[in-house]
């Protein structure tokens, strides 16, 4: 189904919440919205082929509809690791329920519904997902969540990490908030639903500059971090235990 959540004008733009309506569309949305979604995807599930271990777990944080697993499994030929995904919505826990059903003769993942936040654990894992996911989570709970996610990995595993962030400076965070709005309008969608998604997203979706996201990721304990993406105001981070 296509995105079309904002084309209505609202009197009052309701904060963005990954409701019944955003998981129907959100393959759509996120497609559209997501700057070389696709290539991305690609470049994780690559990394990821070189940090899952058998007799290990995955986990996919933030997992909605289940795309990124739906890509990566079929890599692994029903070797021996529990993969699961976490997220804080039941309609998009569905969504990747339904999606599994119509992929035949694929390990199914364990789906937990689940807010992630500092109290959050995990165990034996050899590679954390949290793909566009960090971002809307409180910035208090941020540190540790990761410092947990840390403890969690056994030595030489990673956590694979793409969130929006800010510019360093004002002048480059408008730049790249100008040229995030021209992409959106290059795939159909128009002044008024970008203005009203932004708005919905405030205070929801906070994102910090890149510096500020390595640098959570040094006191959350991971000494080797090296970016593998880069679109302006989106950025991947490779994070090893």
């Known amino acids: ?26 393959d759509d949305m996120i497609n559209r919205s997501i700057p070389f979604y696709q290539e991305m995807q690609t470049m994780v599930i690559r990394l990821a082929q070189h940090y899952a271990q058998d007799n290990s777990t995955v986990y996919d944080l933030g997992c909605s509809t289940g795309h990124t697993f739906a890509q990566l499994i079929p890599h692994f030929n029903a070797r021996p690791i529990d993969w699961i995904g976490i997220d804080n919505s039941q ?41 566009l996911t960090l971002q809307f989570i409180p910035i208090d709970s941020r540190i540790g969540l990761l410092s947990n996610m840390h403890n969690g990995l056994n030595k030489g595993g990673a956590v694979i990490m793409v969130e929006k962030i800010k510019g360093e400076t004002p002048d480059t965070e408008q730049q790249f908030i100008t040229l995030y709005h021209q992409y959106k309008s290059d795939r159909g969608y128009s002044e008024l639903e970008i203005a009203q998604k932004r708005d919905a997203l405030e205070n929801v979706l906070v994102p910090l500059t890149l510096s500020e996201n390595i640098e959570h990721l040094k006191q959350a304990g991971f000494s080797h971090i090296e970016p593998f993406f880069r679109w302006f105001n989106f950025a991947g981070l490779l994070a090893i235990k």
């Open 1 to 26: 189904m296509k995105d079309q959540i904002f084309n209505t004008p609202m009197d009052h733009v309701p904060p963005f919440s990954f409701n019944q309506n955003v998981a129907d569309v959100f």
């Open 91 to 131: 309609a998009m826990l569905d969504k990747a329920q339904n999606k599994w059903e119509m992929l035949p003769n694929q390990t199914i993942p364990t789906w937990r519904l689940d807010n992630l936040n500092e109290h959050s654990q995990f165990q034996n894992a050899s590679l954390i997902l949290t793909i």
